[in-house]
C-alpha cells in the first residue's frame, strides 16, 4: 500500500500538548480551555498524609516533642516542622489537593514557604481555589 492510498483500518489524530515539569517530573498539558482531567499531585496528597498523621502522634501523646517524631522518621526537625504547618490549611485547599483541583500554581515548594493563618487570606495568596466553606 502506498503513502497516497488511505487506509481504512488507520486513524491519525492529533492532540495540541506541551510538556511542562513539575515538581521534578513531567506532565503533560492540554491548550487553554480543554478539558483537563482531574488528577492528584502524588507529592502533595502525601504531605497531607503525613501532616495529619504526625499531627495526630503529637496530640495523642505517642510522641512529646516535634524532635522526638522527627528522630523517629528518620527525617529533619526542620522538614517535620514544615510538613506539620499543612494542617493549617483551609478544609476547601485541602479538599481541592485531594480531588486534584488545587490548579497548577500550587506546588508542594510553594506550600512549605509560609502562609497566612487565615483561611481567606490562604485562597487569595496561595492559589485561586474557590471556596467551598
Not at 28 to 39: D, I, N, S
Not at 65 to 89: C, D, N, Q, W
Not at 94 to 103: F, K, P, R, S, W
Request: hydrophobic share 45%; aromatic share 6%.
Amino acid at each position: 500500500m502506498s503513502r497516497s492510498t488511505p487506509n481504512p483500518d488507520i486513524v491519525t489524530l492529533h492532540v495540541p500538548f506541551r510538556i511542562v515539569k513539575r515538581g521534578g517530573r513531567k506532565e503533560m498539558r492540554l491548550p487553554t480551555g480543554a478539558a483537563q482531567p482531574r488528577q492528584a499531585d502524588n507529592a502533595l496528597v502525601k504531605a497531607l498524609a503525613r501532616a495529619f498523621r504526625w499531627n495526630r502522634m503529637l496530640e495523642t501523646g505517642e510522641f512529646v516533642t516535634i524532635s522526638e517524631l522527627a528522630e523517629r522518621e528518620g527525617i529533619a526537625v526542620s522538614y517535620v516542622t514544615r510538613v506539620l504547618r499543612l494542617t493549617l490549611l483551609a478544609p476547601g485547599i485541602v479538599e481541592a489537593i485531594l480531588d486534584g483541583t488545587q490548579g497548577a500554581e500550587v506546588t508542594l515548594a510553594g506550600l512549605r514557604e509560609p502562609f497566612p493563618a487565615e483561611w481567606e487570606r490562604q485562597y487569595l495568596s496561595i492559589c485561586a481555589v474557590k471556596s467551598n466553606a
